[in-house]
């Protein structure tokens, strides 16, 4: 149960901040707690008066409905906020609360002391996030930046020696040594095709070759 006496510090309204955190605590998420609670102060009637709460995911506006009897609650997560300020006047301040998307969110005769507390809150929170978001946009760079830049020997394929092809080994010996006659042979048809012998002297001499055998 959520300690209500926290809520106090600034001359918040007991009954209402009572209320509000009656009603708040059954809309807390898992790890969600309230930080600050501001309530409004009226220059006139004060009987139903809103609330602001801070929270460690979002802000709430509580406003009470049907005279009192019901309550109405609007919250934005810190991922919508663009940025959070307050105006001080004679009667109070403002708290404005501008979206990332649609019309600033505005609540008037916040008790200043209340209205400052409640800016220091919500700028905390809304740096938190900021600051979790560029931390996981660099972890996203690292990783990226890792998968690119593979160390090359990564990339080799090591076969062990028992996978290695082997050569036969006659493939890689020299030919055999040819005998005289087949080279005499071999240079005389080298010869006669390069048309530097006739014919008549071609067969002649590939007969004297052939008869020396």
């Known amino acids: 149960m959520i300690n209500v006496d926290r809520f106090l510090a600034d001359e918040q309204d007991p009954k209402a901040v009572e209320k509000v955190i009656g009603k708040l605590n ?3 998420t898992s790890g969600e707690e309230i930080l600050y609670l501001a309530v409004q102060k009226k220059p006139a009637v004060n ?15 509580c406003e009470p409905g049907n005279l009192g009897l019901t309550m109405n609650f609007k919250d934005i997560s810190w991922k919508n906020i663009k940025e959070v300020s307050f105006k001080e006047g004679l009667l109070g301040s403002k708290f404005i609360c501008v979206p990332t998307s649609g019309e600033n969110i505005v609540t008037e005769y916040i008790p200043k002391v209340q209205a400052r507390k409640l800016h220091q ?3 905390e929170q809304l740096e938190q996030y900021k600051e979790m978001l560029r931390q996981q946009k660099l ?7 890792t998968s690119f830049s593979m160390p090359a020997s990564q990339n080799i394929i090591d076969l062990p020696v028992e996978e290695a092809i082997v050569i036969p080994e ?4 020299a030919p055999e040594t040819e005998d005289d006659a087949t080279l005499k042979l071999r240079k005389l048809k080298t ?5 530097l012998i006739t014919l008549e002297e071609y067969e002649n001499k590939k007969a004297a070759i052939l008869d020396s055998l």
């Open 139 to 145: 972890e996203e760079n690292r990783a990226s930046a």
């Open 121 to 123: 809150a919500a700028n």
């Open 170 to 173: 006659t493939s890689s010996a």
């Open 26 to 28: 059954d809309l807390l």
């Open 47 to 61: 009987l139903l008066p809103d609330c602001i709460a801070i929270t460690n995911k979002r802000i709430f506006y």
């Open 191 to 195: 010869l006669y095709d390069k048309q």
